[in-house]
C-alpha cells in the first residue's frame, strides 16, 4: 500500500468516526431529561472521544499527503475544502474541551461531513504545483484562512443552535421561514454529493470545444448532461445532450451545470424529507435543544468571530496582497474572489460593530453568525464553480 493510499484511508477512516459521533452526541443530547444532563455526560464522553479519534485520523491524512505531494495539501479545491472540514472540528474539540455542550457536535459535526463530502466530489489526484503556486505564500495565506474560517464556522454553529431555541416552529413567520431556508441550502449541498456520485458510477462523460475567456480555442468535459453550455460550444462527443443555453466566457458553464444539479437533486431530496416526516427540518432538530443555555451559544457565537476575523483579515486580505504583489505585480485586481473575500471581512466588521457599538446580542447575532456563513460558502461554491478568474485553477 503506498503512502496515497494510506492518506485517503485515512480520510475515509475520518469520515466514519464523524459520522458515528454525530449519532452518539444526538443520542447524548435526547436522552436527557428535562433540567438534567447525566445523558450528555456520559455519552458526550464517548462522542468526544470517536470525535478526537476522527480528527487525528483526519491530521494524519493532511500530513501524509503533504509528504506525498510535496507541498502544504491545499492547492485545489479537494485539499482546500477538507482542510476546512479538518479545522472546523478542531475547533470544535478545544471549545468542548471549555464548554462540554454536546449540542454543539451534533451540529458541527454534520457539517464537517458535509463539507468534506462535499470536498470528496472534486478531483483528489495528486499533481505537480503550476508557476503561480510554487511559493511558500501558498501555505501562509491559504492556511490562515482556511483556520480562520473554520472558527467563523463554529460562530455559525452556534447560532444556528441558538435560533433553532429560539424561533417558534408553531407560528408562520419571516424567521421560521429563513430557518428553514437554512436547512434547504445544507441539503442541496447533499443534493451536490448524490448527483455528482451518481453520474461518477455511470461514468458519464461529454467533451466539447469553445473560447475561452482569453479568446483561445479551449476543450471541456462535462460530467454531467450539459444544461448550459460554454462561450461559442460545440460538440464533440455523439449522442451528447445539447446545452440548453449558451454563457458568456465568464462564467464556467459546465460547473454552472453542476450547480443546476445539484438544486435540482437536492430539492427533490428535501420534498422528500418533507413528505416523510411530514415536517419541516428545523422543527424537527428543535427538540434536541430543550436543554440549550442560550446565553453559553451567544458566547461561543462571539468569541469565535473576535478570534477567527483578525485571522482571517491577515490571511485573505494582507497575506494574499502580499502574494498578488509578487505573483501578479499588484495589490488588488478585483477578482471575484478578491472581491468576496473583501465582502467577508466588511460583512464580519460590520458584525462587530453592531454587536460592540449597537448591542445586538442574541438572536440578532445569531442570525449575523449564520449569514456570514452562508457569504463563506457562497464563496467557497459559487465563486469557485461558476465565476471565471485567476484563481480558477483552484
Not at 470528496?120 to 505564500?137: D, G, K
Not at 477578482?335 to 468576496?340: Q, S, T
Amino acid at each position: 500500500m503506498t503512502l496515497a493510499d494510506i492518506s485517503s484511508n485515512l480520510l475515509y477512516v475520518a469520515f466514519i468516526a464523524y459520522l458515528i459521533a454525530t449519532f452518539v452526541f444526538g443520542g447524548a443530547v435526547k436522552g436527557n431529561k428535562k433540567g438534567t444532563f447525566r445523558s450528555e455526560q456520559r455519552w458526550g464522553k464517548v462522542a468526544i472521544t470517536i470525535t478526537v479519534i476522527g480528527f487525528v485520523s483526519q491530521v494524519g491524512y493532511f500530513i501524509t499527503r503533504w509528504m506525498v505531494t510535496g507541498h502544504a495539501p491545499i492547492s485545489n479545491m479537494f485539499e482546500f475544502t477538507t482542510a476546512f472540514g479538518m479545522t472546523l472540528v478542531g475547533g470544535f474539540i478545544i471549545l468542548y474541551a471549555l464548554y462540554r455542550t454536546a449540542v454543539l457536535g451534533m451540529i458541527v459535526l454534520p457539517i464537517a461531513l458535509l463539507i468534506i463530502a462535499y470536498a470528496s466530489m472534486f478531483p483528489s489526484e495528486v499533481s505537480p504545483l503550476i508557476p503561480a503556486l510554487q511559493t511558500n505564500w501558498l501555505a501562509i495565506h491559504v492556511i490562515t484562512v482556511v483556520v480562520a474560517e473554520g472558527i467563523l464556522a463554529i460562530s455559525a454553529a452556534a447560532g444556528l443552535i441558538y435560533l433553532l431555541k429560539v424561533v417558534d416552529q408553531k407560528k408562520k413567520s419571516k424567521q421560521r421561514f429563513w430557518l428553514e431556508a437554512i436547512m434547504y441550502s445544507l441539503v442541496l449541498v447533499l443534493g451536490f454529493v448524490v448527483t455528482s456520485t451518481f453520474f461518477t458510477l455511470t461514468n458519464y462523460e461529454a467533451d466539447f470545444a469553445y473560447v475561452n475567456k482569453d479568446g483561445q480555442p479551449s476543450e471541456i468535459t462535462y460530467n454531467m448532461p450539459a444544461i448550459f453550455g460554454m462561450n461559442e460550444f460545440e460538440p464533440m462527443t455523439d449522442g451528447a445532450l445539447t446545452p440548453l443555453v449558451e454563457m458568456p466566457p465568464i462564467v464556467h458553464a459546465g460547473k454552472l451545470t453542476t450547480v443546476f444539479w445539484s438544486l435540482v437533486v437536492g430539492t427533490v431530496l428535501y420534498a422528500l424529507i418533507r413528505l416523510v416526516f411530514r415536517k419541516r427540518i428545523s422543527a424537527m432538530l428543535q427538540p434536541f435543544t430543550k436543554n440549550v443555555n442560550l446565553q453559553l451559544m451567544d458566547e461561543i457565537n462571539y468569541r469565535s468571530v473576535i478570534i477567527g476575523f483578525p485571522i482571517f483579515s491577515l490571511g485573505a486580505l494582507i497575506f494574499a496582497m502580499i502574494w498578488a504583489q509578487i505573483a501578479w505585480s499588484r495589490f488588488w485586481g478585483w477578482d471575484p474572489k478578491e472581491v468576496w473575500a473583501l465582502v467577508t471581512f466588511l460583512f464580519y466588521a460590520a458584525y462587530l460593530h453592531l454587536r460592540l457599538g449597537r448591542g445586538w446580542a442574541g438572536e440578532k447575532s445569531a442570525w449575523l453568525a449564520v449569514i456570514g456563513f452562508v457569504i463563506i460558502m457562497f464563496n467557497l461554491v459559487a465563486v469557485n464553480l461558476i465565476i471565471a478568474g485567476l484563481h480558477s485553477y483552484a
